[in-house]
């Protein structure tokens, strides 16, 4: 089994993280699966939607050059999931989602789950995020730290720095689990990756999921489970797939020329 795992940030500015990011993922991979991490130039360096919206349009791209390349399975490791439905709807091989799969294992831990977020410029897009996946009664809180997506990237190593995280984290996910949130999902692959190094991490009794894992598993279970009964995504509605030459446009077509 050969997966893609699409970074949002690139190798010269993840240098760190993607290192942390290799040694996680060969820790959990099945014996038998690859998996290759790319990343996106320029990088996701500030939170905004157009920044998304730059990024979302090469990751659709490459989960086409993916399925083209002969990859088994495409992984947004990206937690705001921008671009996802469009890729799904272009290509015939699984495409799995950070932030939608740790929604929905959130859902088998615990009646509410919480967001805490790196930034509040997420904070209406994660809002839309689940609303879009219908679990506003589900996923019922998103606070937010204050960081870059690259600052973070800076406790990597640095002990010190990872408690000083871990400290923030927990001052904005006290009060949601006061307001009822059993689950606490940190809204980022790189907090994520940075409390991997905490075993048992909870905020009060609420655990801290990373979704890491859980998005890789996801990946390597649609890839048998279509193998073992060709289940595939729905072409009804919103992943309908569009002709080819529509997909040779928007490939070719970057700047709408």
Not at 180 to 188: A, H, M, Y
Not at 211 to 220: H, M, Q, S, T
Not at 226 to 241: E, M, P
């Amino acid at each position: 089994m050969k997966i893609w795992y699409q970074s949002y940030v690139d190798a010269e500015h993840g240098e760190s993280y993607w290192a942390w990011l290799r040694k996680h993922l060969d820790q959990i991979i099945d014996p038998g699966t690859e998996i290759d991490i790319r990343g996106i130039t320029p990088h996701d360096s500030y939170a905004h939607p157009l920044v998304e919206f730059r990024c979302a349009r090469e990751m659709i791209c490459n989960a086409i050059q993916a399925e083209r390349e002969g990859y088994d399975a495409f992984i947004l490791g990206h937690f705001q999931d921008a671009g996802l439905y469009e890729a799904r709807s272009a290509v015939d091989i699984p495409v799995v989602a950070l932030g939608e799969s740790s929604m929905l294992y959130a859902c088998q831990l615990g009646q509410r789950s919480g967001i805490v977020t790196i930034n509040p410029r997420y904070i209406s897009w994660f809002h839309q995020q689940i609303a879009k996946y219908g679990l506003e009664k589900r996923v019922t809180g998103v606070h937010a730290m204050t960081f870059q997506p690259g600052q973070i990237m800076e406790a990597f190593g640095d002990e010190e720095k990872l408690q000083e995280v871990k400290k923030l984290f927990e001052q904005q996910a006290i009060p949601l689990v006061e307001q009822g949130v059993d689950v606490l999902i940190p809204g980022g692959g790189i907090p994520m990756l940075l409390f991997a190094a905490l075993n048992g991490h909870n905020v009060s009794g609420a655990p801290v999921i990373n979704g890491i894992p859980i998005v890789v598993k996801l990946a390597e279970v649609a890839v048998k489970l279509r193998k073992l009964t060709g289940l595939n995504v729905s072409r009804v509605s919103d992943f309908r797939q569009p002709p080819v030459e529509v997909i040779e446009e928007f490939l070719n077509n970057p700047k709408g020329l």
